[in-house]
């Protein structure tokens, strides 16, 4: 199988070079809009060969690696290519992407998510094992035809990840409070921080709970703000709890209830036995 990645950052060239170790395939092209992120995919041996957008049309597998905004604009370039060409998208969210999917192409189309990244971007943040022992959640693979469903689960077991099945709606508002939220909050910290504090105190001072706090707060800007347009009403819903969550320890510290505080915080140090 020939197999085309359209967008060579971290999760394209991630992808490139996963794939490379399997037998399914016999060749890899990439296409990325930044000459240079071409240059630099193919120096690091990513993907075989840089191609056009034409001739990544033609491959038999055609993965969109790039932001959430870009794969609606990218499907509606892709409505003509053969019945047999499956496409994959790897967004974070889901429901505006199912739902804009040209017709013509619907059976082709798998809706994926691997849960695994990092906060880095470009082909030179592309790791080998990223997808290895990792989930990826397909969605709404009702509307996808036998030949692209198979063919998705036998790609994505090769490399290692296992797979979920979730429709896109429920997808989205869970990735909302577990992955969209976290980085809402990330920015949020950096940005008090910074409000607060001179860059040699940070410095200084930082230890690893705000090293480990602050690290997705390096994530693409670009990236995260078409996802959180994708996700507005769930993101919106998943920041009023949060909210709530903040006014609850407030309360709690301005009353000098430390009974309740330590009662809240039992609670919240719960969730690392099911992680
Ligand atoms: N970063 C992460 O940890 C994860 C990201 N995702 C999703 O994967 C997708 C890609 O993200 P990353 O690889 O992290 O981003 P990235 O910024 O590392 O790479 C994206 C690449 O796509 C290129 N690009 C952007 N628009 C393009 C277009 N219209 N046509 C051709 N090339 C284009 C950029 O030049 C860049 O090289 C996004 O949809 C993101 O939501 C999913 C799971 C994890
Ligand atoms: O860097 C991290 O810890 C992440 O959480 C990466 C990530 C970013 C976006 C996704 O849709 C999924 C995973």
Same mark, same amino acid.
């Given at each position: 199988m020939v197999v085309g990645i359209v967008g060579l950052g971290l999760m394209g060239g991630s992808l490139g070079l996963a794939l490379q170790n399997t037998k399914l395939v016999s060749k890899i092209v990439g296409f990325d809009h930044n000459l240079s992120?071409?240059?630099? %995919?193919?120096?690091?041996?990513?993907?075989?060969?840089? +191609?056009?957008?034409?001739?990544?049309?033609?491959c038999d597998v055609i993965f969109l690696a790039i932001p959430v905004g870009g794969i609606i604009k990218a499907l509606q370039d892709l409505k003509d290519v053969q019945d047999t060409t499956t496409i994959i998208d790897l967004g974070s969210t889901k429901a505006e992407i199912v739902a804009s999917v040209p017709e013509s192409i619907r059976s082709n189309f798998?809706?994926?998510?691997?849960?695994?990244?990092t906060e880095k971007f470009g082909?030179?943040? %592309?790791?080998?094992?990223l997808y290895?022992?990792?989930? +990826?959640?397909?969605c709404d693979t009702d509307n996808s035809n036998d030949l692209h469903k198979n063919r998705a689960i036998q790609m994505f077991s090769h490399i290692g990840m296992k797979i979920v099945f979730m429709d896109p709606i429920s997808h989205d508002a869970h990735a909302s409070f577990i992955s969209h939220l976290p980085h809402?909050?990330?920015?949020?910290?950096?940005?008090?921080?910074?409000g607060q504090e001179d860059p040699k105190s940070i410095l200084a001072l930082a230890a690893g709970g705000f090293r480990d706090m602050?690290?997705?707060?390096?994530s693409s800007p670009q990236m995260w703000s078409d996802i959180f347009r994708q996700n507005k009403n769930n993101l919106l819903s998943s920041i009023e709890v949060f909210e709530q969550e903040l006014e609850k320890s407030k309360k709690m510290i301005e009353e000098e209830d430390w009974k309740g505080l330590e009662a809240w915080m039992s609670k919240a140090t719960t969730l690392h036995k099911i992680l």
């Amino acid at each position: 199988m020939v197999v085309g990645i359209v967008g060579l950052g971290l999760m394209g060239g991630s992808l490139g070079l996963a794939l490379q170790n399997t037998k399914l395939v016999s060749k890899i092209v990439g296409f990325d809009h930044n000459l240079s992120h071409c240059e630099e %995919a193919l120096k690091l041996g990513l993907i075989h060969d840089i +191609v056009s957008f034409a001739e990544i049309k033609t491959c038999d597998v055609i993965f969109l690696a790039i932001p959430v905004g870009g794969i609606i604009k990218a499907l509606q370039d892709l409505k003509d290519v053969q019945d047999t060409t499956t496409i994959i998208d790897l967004g974070s969210t889901k429901a505006e992407i199912v739902a804009s999917v040209p017709e013509s192409i619907r059976s082709n189309f798998i809706a994926a998510h691997p849960m695994t990244g990092t906060e880095k971007f470009g082909p030179s943040a %592309a790791i080998q094992n990223l997808y290895h022992d990792k989930v +990826v959640v397909l969605c709404d693979t009702d509307n996808s035809n036998d030949l692209h469903k198979n063919r998705a689960i036998q790609m994505f077991s090769h490399i290692g990840m296992k797979i979920v099945f979730m429709d896109p709606i429920s997808h989205d508002a869970h990735a909302s409070f577990i992955s969209h939220l976290p980085h809402v909050i990330s920015y949020a910290l950096a940005n008090s921080v910074m409000g607060q504090e001179d860059p040699k105190s940070i410095l200084a001072l930082a230890a690893g709970g705000f090293r480990d706090m602050s690290r997705v707060a390096k994530s693409s800007p670009q990236m995260w703000s078409d996802i959180f347009r994708q996700n507005k009403n769930n993101l919106l819903s998943s920041i009023e709890v949060f909210e709530q969550e903040l006014e609850k320890s407030k309360k709690m510290i301005e009353e000098e209830d430390w009974k309740g505080l330590e009662a809240w915080m039992s609670k919240a140090t719960t969730l690392h036995k099911i992680l």
